[in-house]
């Protein structure tokens, strides 16, 4: 079996989404939705609750005032943010892969996509309000492809020499795409495409896995490929992958030294 036949077997063997996620997704995509329709759903779940309050208060985000309550981080955040914490929550908790291959735990897992989305938070100068939303959503979603991929790397034995080419100067992509075949970001379209999420959210990230082939993209693949440039699974906030963000950032287009400037506010929040 071909590596694309392996690809679609084991996207199709993922467990169904949570009924909460699925109400929480409807919500999202409803334009007569209202905050209080977003709150009431997650009230349901005390455990979504307290984790998406833990991850409000956070300092990467810099926000000058704490989050008490629920509605207090929907009104902050917006149905988008909320959305994409309450869906990494759950894909994490319904997925319990070992992330072994990546040599990180759990909760670095989630503190990488929440970096990026926090990086995402900050850079939302020039677009309107649905392309924000998306990205912002996306931002917290890209990485989920990784915990097939770790899931993949172990049912094959080749996780030995998975970690070996982690320690080598090519990036997390091609190291992915080098060893199995595809990559977490085409892997986490997939994934969401099979759920049946907001196809601009599996365009966007499907797109920017390939960033690097085609310039002609959109704002949000363009930002999304800058952002998991400069912290993924292999680096976080290196020197090597803050300059290689900053130079893809100039190359399609957008502004680098302004979001190296980002870069330097959410790593000052998180080591004050």
């Known amino acids: 079996?071909?590596?694309?036949?392996?690809?679609?077997?084991?996207?199709?063997?993922?467990?169904?989404?949570?009924?909460?996620?699925?109400?929480?997704?409807?919500?999202?995509?409803?334009?007569?939705?209202?905050?209080?329709?977003?709150?009431?759903?997650?009230?349901?779940?005390?455990?979504?609750?307290?984790?998406?309050?833990?991850l409000a208060n956070s300092p990467i985000y810099a926000l000058k005032e704490h989050i008490n309550t629920l509605q207090q981080?929907?009104?902050?955040?917006?149905?988008?943010?909320?959305?994409?914490f309450a869906m990494a929550y759950a894909i994490e908790q319904a997925l319990s892969v070992d992330l072994l291959p990546y040599d990180i735990t759990p909760e670095d897992f989630l503190k990488v996509a929440q970096t990026q989305n926090a990086l995402a938070f900050h850079w939302l100068e020039g677009l309107d309000s649905n392309t924000a939303n998306i990205l912002l959503t996306s931002s917290f979603l890209m990485e989920m492809g990784s915990l097939l991929i770790a899931d993949y790397i172990m049912k094959k034995n080749i996780v030995e020499q998975f970690r070996i080419?982690?320690?080598?100067?090519?990036?997390?992509?091609?190291?992915?795409?080098?060893?199995?075949?595809?990559?977490?970001?085409t892997i986490s379209a997939s994934m969401f495409e099979s759920w049946d999420f907001d196809e601009r959210i599996v365009e966007a990230i499907r797109q920017s896995a390939i960033i690097n082939q085609s310039l002609e993209t959109s704002s949000i693949s363009a930002r999304l490929a800058v952002i998991s440039t400069a912290v993924n699974l292999k680096e976080q906030f290196t020197e090597h992958s803050i300059a290689s963000a900053v130079e893809l950032a100039d190359k399609i287009g957008l502004d680098g030294n302004h979001f190296k400037k980002i870069v330097t506010l959410v790593r000052e929040s998180t080591e004050n």
């Open 73 to 84: 981080a929907i009104s902050m955040f917006g149905i988008s943010n909320i959305v994409g």
């Open 165 to 185: 080419a982690l320690q080598s100067d090519a990036n997390l992509d091609e190291i992915e795409f080098n060893i199995c075949g595809f990559n977490h970001k």
């Open 1 to 54: 079996m071909d590596h694309i036949s392996e690809q679609i077997l084991h996207v199709s063997a993922l467990p169904p989404m949570p009924d909460s996620i699925i109400k929480i997704q409807k919500i999202s995509s409803d334009p007569l939705s209202s905050l209080k329709d977003l709150a009431a759903v997650i009230h349901d779940d005390p455990m979504l609750t307290a984790d998406i309050l833990k």
